[in-house]
C-alpha cells in the first residue's frame, strides 16, 4: 500500500511536475509572444517611415519633372514673343558676381542616432546680406524675438509687432524682387512677363530639388536601419 | 490722296511687286500647319517642309535636328528672296527695302553690346546676329566702353546714325542703359520710316501709315506691360513711346501711369481695334496678349496685298514671313518638348 501511495505519489509529482513544465512552456511562449509585441512597434515604424519616404520621393519626383516642363516650354514662349536674339544663351553673364542661391548641407542625427544629410537652400542671398544669409532667414531672425516678447508684452503692443512683421515681409519680398530682377537682366531690363513666369518655375524646380534631396537621404537613413533590423532578426 | 500710281508703278516697280506677290503665294497654308501641328519628332517636320519652299534649305541638315536649325534655315530663305529684291530694287523702292532691316540692326548692336558687357566672345555673339541686320563694321562694336564711343567708332558710318542723337551720353553702359538705347533707338526709327512713307504719298503712305501705327501701338502696350515693377520711371517710359500711332498723345499718357495689367485693359479698351483684341483675354491675363496682337496684324498685313502699285506689300510680306517663321519656331520648340497639346496656344494661321 505504501509502495502504490509512494508509486501514486510519484505519478502525483511527475504529473505535477509535467503540469508545472507545461504551465513553464506556456509561460514561456507567453513571454515569447509579449517579447515579440513589444518588438513589432519599432521594425513597423522603421519600414513605414522608409515606406512613406520612398512615396514622397516618388510623388516629388513626378512634381519636378512637370515643373521643368513647364518651365522649359515657359521660357519657349518668351522666346518667341521676345525673339531669338534676346533670349538665348550667348546673353548669360560670365563675369564674376556673387551667387544668388546658395545650397547649405549639414550632418543630422535623426532619433536612434543615425547620422543623415540634410539639405538647406538659401534663395536670393544679396552680396549685402552675406553674414545674415538670406532675406528669409533674416525675416526668421527677426520674428523669434518678437515671439518671445509676446506673451510678456501688454496687448496695445501686439498691433504694432503685427504691422512691423507684415513690413518686414513686404521688404523681404521687394528685396527678393529685386534680386529676381536683376539675374533676369542679362536678357534685358524689360522682359517678357512669360520670363519672369518661366524663372519662377526654375526657381520652384530648383526648390524641388531640395526637397528631394532631403526626402533621399530620409529614405536612405531609413532603409539602413531597417536593413539593420533585419541583419539583427536573423542573427 | 491717291496719286496716278496705276501710270507709272510699273515702270520700276512691276517686276518686284510681282515677284512679292509670287513669293506671298509660297506662304504656308492652314492645312501644312495643321500636319505639322501632328509631326512627332523634327525629323516629321522636315520631311512635312521638304514639299514646301523650304525644302532646298533644310534638305541637307543632317540628324539630330534642333529647333533653331529649322529657323536658321527657314530665315535664310527670307534673307535670299530680300537680297535678291534689294538688287533689283530701283530707288525710292531700294530705300524703302533698307528701312526695313534697320529694326534688325538695332537688334544686333544691342545684342554685341549686351554680350560684350557680359564678357562673352564677339564670334560668338556675331553667330547669333540676324543676318538682315549685320553691317561691315559690327563686330567693332564690342571695343565701345559707353554710348558717345559707340556712335563715334561705329555707329556714325551706318544708316542707324540719325538715331544716335536723342541717346548720346558718356555713360558707361549698363543693362538698364542699353534697354533704353534699345527702345530709344527703334522709336527714333519707326518715326523716320512713318515719315519717308508719309514723303512717298500715295497708297503707299496710306497703308504702310496704318502698319507702322499699329507697330507704334503694340510697342507702347508692350513696354508698358514689361517696364510694370521694373526701375523704370514713368517720365522714362513715357519717352520710349513712338510720337505717332491711333495711342498719340492721349493714350500714352494713361498707358504712362499703369501699374497693372488691368490698366493696360483699360486704357486700351477705349480705343476700338484694340477692344476687340483685349476682349478676347480675361482679366489680369496677358499670356494670350501676344497671340491676340500678332493675329490682327496678320490681318492687316494680308489686307495690304488688296490694293496693288504701292510699297506696302514688300513690308506685309517681310513681317508676314517672319510670323511663319515663328510659327515654326513654336511647332518645333512643341514637338522638341512633347508638349504637342500646347501647339495652338501661339500658332497664327496666315491664310
Known sequence: MAVKEEDSHTQCSEAGEYEEEEEEEENDTQNGEQNEKRHHPLDDRHALQFLDSLDDYLIQMDSLSSILRQGWLELASARHSMGASRVNGALLDLKFHNASTSLRVTQDDDDSGVGKAHFTLSKWASSGNGENGSGEGKLREDKSPQLRHRSISPLSETPEKTSSQIGASLIVDEQVQKERLKSLSVFGTLVSPKLRTAQLSFETALGKLVEIANTRSTLLSAFDQVKEEIEGTKD | ?351
Open chain 2, 1 to 351: 490722296m491717291y496719286g496716278f500710281e496705276a501710270l507709272t508703278f510699273n515702270i520700276h516697280g512691276g517686276y518686284l511687286e510681282a515677284i512679292v506677290r509670287g513669293h506671298r503665294a509660297g506662304l504656308l497654308t492652314a492645312a501644312d500647319y495643321n500636319n505639322l501641328c501632328q509631326c512627332e519628332s523634327l525629323d516629321d517636320i522636315k520631311m512635312h517642309l521638304s514639299a514646301t519652299e523650304y525644302g532646298p534649305y533644310l534638305q541637307n541638315e543632317p540628324s539630330p535636328l534642333h529647333a533653331t536649325t529649322i529657323v536658321e534655315k527657314c530665315t535664310l530663305k527670307l534673307v535670299d528672296e530680300y537680297k535678291h529684291m534689294l538688287c533689283q530694287a530701283t530707288e525710292p523702292l531700294s530705300t524703302f527695302l533698307e528701312y526695313i532691316t534697320y529694326g534688325y540692326m538695332i537688334d544686333n548692336v544691342v545684342l554685341i553690346v549686351t554680350g560684350t558687357l557680359h564678357e562673352r566672345d564677339v564670334q560668338e555673339l556675331l553667330e547669333k546676329c540676324h543676318p538682315l541686320g549685320m553691317f561691315d563694321s559690327i563686330a567693332t562694336l564690342a571695343v565701345a566702353q559707353n554710348m558717345r564711343e559707340l556712335y563715334r567708332l561705329v555707329l556714325v558710318d551706318t544708316p542707324l546714325a540719325p538715331y544716335f542723337s536723342e541717346c548720346i551720353t558718356s555713360e558707361d553702359l549698363d543693362d538698364m542703359n542699353i534697354e533704353i538705347m534699345r527702345n530709344t533707338l527703334y522709336k527714333a526709327y519707326l518715326e523716320d520710316f512713318y515719315k519717308f512713307c508719309q514723303k512717298l504719298g500715295g497708297a503707299t503712305a496710306e497703308i504702310m501709315s496704318d502698319l507702322l501705327a499699329f507697330e507704334a501701338d503694340r510697342r507702347a502696350v508692350n513696354i508698358t506691360i514689361n517696364s510694370i515693377g521694373t526701375e523704370l520711371t514713368r517720365d522714362d517710359r513715357r519717352k520710349l513711346y513712338s510720337s505717332f500711332g491711333l495711342l498719340y498723345p492721349y493714350g500714352h499718357e494713361e498707358l504712362a501711369v499703369c501699374e497693372d495689367i488691368d490698366q493696360v485693359r483699360s486704357v486700351m479698351e477705349q480705343y476700338p481695334p484694340y477692344q476687340a483684341i483685349f476682349s478676347k483675354l480675361s482679366y489680369g491675363e496677358s499670356q494670350m496678349l501676344d497671340k491676340a496682337f500678332y493675329e490682327e496684324e496678320v490681318k492687316r498685313l494680308c489686307l495690304a496685298f488688296e490694293q496693288q502699285f504701292h510699297f506696302g506689300v514688300f513690308f506685309a510680306y517681310m513681317r508676314l514671313r517672319e510670323q511663319e517663321i515663328r510659327n515654326l519656331m513654336w511647332i518645333s520648340e512643341c514637338v522638341a518638348q512633347n508638349q504637342k497639346s500646347r501647339v495652338h496656344d501661339s500658332v497664327v494661321f496666315i491664310f
